[in-house]
């Protein structure tokens, strides 16, 4: 039973649109939501991340929305650029401060 | 150089032989993990450790052993491995004061035939 879940495998976008992915979970004890990129050949690396008691974090082009009563969380970027073509993954902070997964999604950029 | 190393990167062995991973770290930080990715799955956690002398199963932890040898070093093995074991294997460290956000290595991809 998957408690975290992208239910998108890969999304599509031109260069300079909007990029957005989403993630929805199960488990309302989660109390923090992170976001990890990865390139091939290499491991995860942080993005950004959202506690439980907000709604909305933002990082330069990257915006991570929380709607709590949904338990859904998605991330923004804008503008997207080449550089953002990767696997996006979704990850929330459950006890023990152990991550649980979503399964990624692959996002491709077109120019 | 990078703060989070795994040896080998890639690794093909046979069922029923006993391999070993190993992940180093030069970040300085207390807390460790496992974790295996499966294609479609997300990362699921084999093991983890919070220090030298605390040891901790995570979700999938059947068929693997750890070992802390030091605070920068946490090794994985597999007893004897089977061909669902193969699969990209993370390490991961962690800060205690930045509880929510981990380094990972660059992965090791094993399989098992």
Not at chain 1, 30 to 38: I, P
Not at chain 1, 71 to 83: A, E, F, M, N, Y
Not at chain 2, 56 to 80: C, H, M, P, T, W
Request: proline share 5%.
């Amino acid at each position: 039973d998957q408690q975290v879940k992208q239910n998108s495998p890969s999304l599509s976008v031109q260069e300079g649109r909007i990029s957005i992915l989403n993630c929805d979970y199960t488990n309302s004890m989660f109390d923090y939501f992170l976001w990890y990129k990865k390139y091939p050949a290499e491991g995860p690396t942080f993005l950004i991340s959202i506690s439980s008691i907000k709604d909305k974090n933002e990082d330069g082009r990257f915006t991570v929305f929380l709607n709590k009563s949904a338990k859904h969380l998605s991330l923004h970027i804008v503008p997207s650029q080449p550089g953002d073509s990767a696997v996006y993954f979704c990850a929330a902070r459950g006890g023990n401060y152990q991550l649980i997964w979503g399964a990624g999604t692959k996002l491709i950029i077109k120019p | 150089d990078a703060d989070v190393t795994q040896t080998p990167r890639n690794r093909i062995t046979k069922t029923g032989k006993r391999i070993m991973l190993e992940c180093s770290q030069t970040k300085g930080h207390d807390r460790m993990y496992w974790y295996r990715q499966d294609p479609g799955l997300g990362l699921r956690l084999i093991y983890y450790s919070f220090d030298v002398k605390d040891i901790n199963k995570g979700e999938i932890s059947d068929g693997y052993s750890v070992s802390r040898q030091a605070q920068a070093k946490f090794s994985l093995s597999l007893e004897s491995a089977i061909p669902n074991q193969t699969a990209l294997y993370f390490c991961a460290t962690s800060d205690p004061g930045q509880r929510e956000t981990q380094y990972f290595g660059p992965g090791t991809r094993l399989l098992v035939l």
